[in-house]
T-cell receptor, first 113, second 111 residues
Framework: DVKVTQSSRYLVKRTGEKVFLECVQD?????MFWYRQDPGLGLRLIYF???????EKGDIPEGYSVSREKKERFSLILESASTNQTSMYLC????????????FGPGTRLLVL | GENVEQHPSTLSVQEGDSAVIKCTYS??????FPWYKQELGKRPQLIID?????GEKKDQRIAVTLNKTAKHFSLHITETQPEDSAVYFC??????????FGAGTRLTVKP
């Protein structure tokens, strides 16, 4: 059974703080993704990674960076948090190089004050 | 890039009725189309998917149809039950690792 976990379910930060969101998967998946979910906008891709140390920008990378030092772990970094980054953040993983099912983590609800 | 549009944004049906959610996509290279269900406060979970080499797939009360020529695909839920109430997302995969999601449909099944 695929397990994707995220470091926090809820997080409250202040404007300007540096924020780290961590995601860990235990199924040896090659691909990992970070999305943000906002009402009426669905899931929007921030960044994805198809291998260790590899990353690709998604649709809305501005204000975010990522790190993938180990295969099982994918971190999302908000360099200087802003109120418009208040959102639900979902991590996902998938295997291989073919188009495969993505398995999601439980999400982190971030509030930036 | 790929653009996925999903309709309707909200759908309310009576228990036992059918529900249909439709999605269109723009990139003809897309060949994998999953549907996810997200219950309140929970993570999205795959309920059914279809690849472009088939036109229809069914799993008990859930079916998905794909029309590659028209670039649209649909989710059909028959004999709806209150536990089907959730937000449903369609998605299309244009390149190997990438996936684009629709905005979601909030389905409410009234008992």
């Amino acid at each position: 059974d695929v397990k994707v976990t995220q470091s926090s379910r809820y997080l409250v930060k202040r404007t300007g703080e540096k924020v780290f969101l961590e995601c860990v998967q235990d199924m040896d998946h090659e691909n990992m993704f970070w999305y943000r979910q906002d009402p009426g906008l669905g899931l929007r891709l921030i960044y994805f990674s198809y291998d260790v140390k590899m990353k690709e920008k998604g649709d809305i990378p501005e204000g975010y960076s990522v790190s993938r030092e180990k295969k099982e772990r994918f971190s999302l970094i908000l360099e200087s948090a802003s109120t418009n980054q208040t959102s639900m953040y979902l991590c996902a993983s998938s295997r291989g190089q073919l188009r495969e099912t993505q398995y999601f983590g439980p999400g982190t609800r971030l509030l930036v004050l | 890039g790929e653009n996925v549009e999903q309709h309707p944004s909200t759908l309310s049906v009576q228990e036992g009725d059918s529900a249909v959610i439709k999605c269109t996509y723009s990139d003809s290279a897309s060949n994998y189309f999953p549907w996810y269900k997200q219950e309140l406060g929970k993570r999205p979970q795959l309920i059914i998917d279809i690849r472009s080499n088939v036109g229809e797939k069914k799993d008990q009360r859930i079916a998905v149809t794909l029309n590659k020529t028209a670039k649209h695909f649909s989710l059909h839920i028959t004999e709806t039950q209150p536990e089907d109430s959730a937000v449903y997302f369609c998605a299309a995969s244009p390149i190997l690792w990438d996936m684009r999601f629709g905005a979601g449909t909030r389905l409410t099944v009234k008992p």
